[in-house]
């Protein structure tokens, strides 16, 4: 390793002890506080980059990534194993600290802000990636509460150790990793992901400080600002991270945003990004939710979705961070059931070009279990409730927006569902095969009775989209064999019929899916709550007879073997029942989930969160959109710009 040093002589204001007046600070009600564990990971984004875990202990950037439709997934930056790929420090009279000990807060739900205060100083930093940019901000203040002057050096460590392709789970890319001086700037340095040529790139802007680089195995920089810093001043000093798909590509991010900043300066370049994540809130009026619902919704806006780094195509999956087990994937369930709902409570636009999205590219393997982000099939078999899923898409879309357009739009796509659809009925049962459940399970006996009541739903809504008798009449056959059929005698301690999941034309199975649960039925339009065949079989599956019931737990909600916990569908759902709404609040505003972002489940006993299924962010939509449906007290109108000829 060699080093070399830059020293950057840009315009004072750039980073300078803070005599300038500064902006006032944003209002308190668009400041919420954190509280979370060392460990703990706070995200942010935008569509371009995402940086999925900032270490709460010590500000420290794990990783961030880009979405890639070459490699059919996420391309992931990051450090040595357990060690991060950016951590922040400050030197205080020439000796180096790490941050510890932060105090967390977002501004508008998705800007984070970890502040300390020691030996006289107080250190905040934030992350903040600006919308439509391919870079990202990290700002340093410092403060010096003393009576004297100090010497300090806020700073970064850039460590790039390790690129990944992530489809599930990371693996690793055995290209070259090289760094380089910017071909446009001399305050950057780019990495390059090379094979026969350079196929990603990202930089690191240091402005107005002094770089050590590293060059070898794992190239990186060493950078800080010194300053002395009269009592009472502030030093506020930015970093830059861009994103491209080669040298110059990455540069220029990086020097937009520069620009972007001398025209508006960093508080105004902030002040945008925070009021387009406000633009993505809403209100229940109570404070506890509004925290839990906003940050889920912004995290399903900006996990869920994003744009591509090599094609710029808009495009969903489960989750860009790779805390979730089989992230960066797509099912068309968790896009349109459970993400897309969101969408439309905060942002039409985006829905709109959701539906496109998995009308489009996804279209030609609907209800087939998981695919690439490309549409290739990735994992086998079919599953009717992803089927249907796009059915239910647009008769949500077309109530929110009035937008009809939509219909002619995808006429063809929804006449290939409707033919797929038919291959599915069974004539001597009048119900409709399934492969695999809404647990991505194969499922002996053929019929879910969930997704027959999704189906249900589906042919009714179809009918009302198109005015359609004949659609009317298979949903009333369909509700007719779903009640012959679905409807079983047997379950020990239950008192009477109940509801199974799944059946077949002689046999049923009394268990729940938590993913597609039969405690969903009243919010499907299928039943009331209130009648007596759906108040036993909630009952029986909260009873001790059934098996994966948690009766009893603090936290307890029903699962099952696949999902042997408290889920987060299963708390979004008991929101939406009069005799679950009170446990389903106590589980939601008392587990800590992933720092506050919603997970796959938590554990009945404890509330601690599921570590397999962290960053789930298509769920968090799912969370979010159910908290805004049962307690928004604010409720927009939908834009009339979406409505196309």
């Known amino acids: 390793m060699r080093g070399r040093v830059f020293s950057i002589l840009l315009a004072a204001e750039l980073a300078t002890a803070a005599a300038a007046a500064r902006q006032p600070a944003p209002p308190a009600d668009r400041v919420t506080y954190l509280t979370l564990a060392p460990d703990d990971v706070i995200p942010t984004g935008n569509d371009w980059i995402a940086l999925p875990a900032i270490r709460a202990g010590d500000a420290a950037l794990m990783n961030f990534n880009v979405i890639s439709m070459r490699y059919r997934g996420l391309i992931e930056y990051a450090g040595p194993p357990d060690q991060p790929l950016i951590k922040p420090f400050l030197s205080i009279g020439g000796v180096r600290k790490p941050?510890?000990?932060?105090?967390?807060?977002?501004?508008?739900?998705?800007?984070?802000?970890?502040?300390?205060?020691?030996?006289?100083?107080?250190?905040?930093?934030?992350?903040?990636?600006?919308?439509?940019?391919?870079?990202?901000?990290?700002?340093?203040?410092?403060?010096?509460?003393?009576?004297?002057?100090?010497?300090?050096?806020?700073?970064?460590?850039?460590?790039?150790?390790?690129?990944?392709?992530?489809?599930?789970?990371?693996?690793?890319?055995?290209?070259?990793?090289?760094?380089?001086?910017?071909?446009?700037?001399?305050?950057?340095?780019?990495?390059?992901?090379?094979?026969?040529?350079?196929?990603f790139a990202w930089g690191f802007a240091y402005v107005g400080s002094k770089g050590v680089l590293h060059e070898g195995a794992d190239p990186g920089v060493t950078a800080q600002h010194e300053a002395t810093l009269a009592p009472g001043k502030t030093l506020d000093v930015h970093y830059l991270i861009g994103v491209g798909l080669e040298e110059y590509s990455a540069a220029y991010a990086m020097r937009v945003l520069n620009k972007r900043i001398d025209r508006y300066g960093i508080d105004g370049v902030i002040d945008q990004a925070a009021a387009e994540a406000r633009r993505h809130t809403r209100t229940t009026g109570r404070g506890d939710l509004d925290r839990i619902m906003n940050r889920n919704l912004l995290f399903t806006t900006y996990y869920a979705w994003g744009r591509v780094i090599d094609t710029d195509q808009f495009v969903g999956m489960t989750s860009r961070s790779n805390r979730y087990y089989v992230s960066a994937a797509y099912w068309d369930r968790d896009a349109l059931l459970w993400s897309f709902p969101a969408l439309l409570d905060t942002d039409v636009e985006r829905a709109r070009e959701a539906l496109g999205y998995a009308l489009g590219t996804q279209a030609r393997n609907i209800g087939i279990h998981s695919r690439f982000i490309d549409g290739v099939v990735l994992e086998d078999g079919f599953e009717l409730d992803e089927l249907v899923a796009p059915i239910v898409a647009l008769k949500s879309y077309v109530d929110a927006t009035g937008d009809r357009s939509v219909l002619a739009t995808y006429a063809a796509q929804i006449a290939t569902i409707e033919q797929r659809l038919s291959a599915m009925h069974d004539p001597a049962t009048g119900l409709y095969e399934t492969f695999q459940d809404a647990e991505d399970e194969y499922v002996q006996k053929p019929f879910s009775v969930y997704d027959n009541v999704l189906t249900w739903r589906a042919l009714n809504d179809l009918a009302i989209l198109q005015n359609r008798d004949d659609l009317r009449a298979r949903a009333a056959e369909l509700k007719a064999a779903i009640m012959k059929y679905g409807v079983r005698s047997g379950a020990k301690g239950a008192g009477g019929p109940i509801f199974a999941a799944t059946v077949s034309a002689t046999a049923g199975d009394f268990m729940d899916v938590p993913p597609g649960s039969l405690l969903k039925l009243p919010y499907l339009g299928f039943i009331s709550q209130d009648d007596p065949l759906f108040v036993r079989t909630y009952n029986w599956l909260h009873s001790a007879h059934y098996q994966?019931?948690?009766?009893?737990?603090?936290?307890?909600?029903?699962?099952?073997?696949?999902?042997?916990?408290?889920?987060?569908?299963?708390?979004?759902?008991?929101?939406?029942l009069k005799a679950g709404q009170a446990k389903a609040l106590k589980v939601l505003t008392e587990s800590p989930w992933d720092g506050g972002i919603i997970t796959e489940g938590v554990k009945p006993d404890t509330a601690k969160a599921d570590k397999d299924g962290r960053a789930f962010a298509t769920a968090a939509g799912y969370i979010g959109h159910t908290i805004c449906a049962e307690f928004c007290i604010d409720r927009k109108a939908a834009r009339p710009s979406v409505e196309r000829k």
């Open 99 to 199: 941050l510890a000990n932060l105090r967390w807060s977002l501004r508008d739900y998705w800007l984070p802000t970890g502040t300390m205060e020691a030996d006289g100083v107080r250190t905040s930093i934030t992350y903040v990636a600006p919308p439509d940019s391919r870079a990202a901000i990290v700002r340093f203040q410092v403060t010096n509460l003393g009576a004297k002057p100090i010497e300090v050096a806020p700073g970064m460590e850039v460590n790039w150790a390790r690129t990944n392709r992530v489809t599930y789970s990371p693996e690793p890319l055995s290209g070259a990793r090289t760094m380089s001086p910017t071909p446009i700037d001399s305050d950057m340095e780019i990495f390059n992901y090379r094979t026969d040529d350079t196929k």
């Open 548 to 576: 994966y019931s948690y009766a009893g737990q603090p936290y307890g909600l029903p699962g099952s073997y696949r999902l042997p916990f408290t889920t987060s569908w299963s708390v979004a759902d008991h929101l939406r």
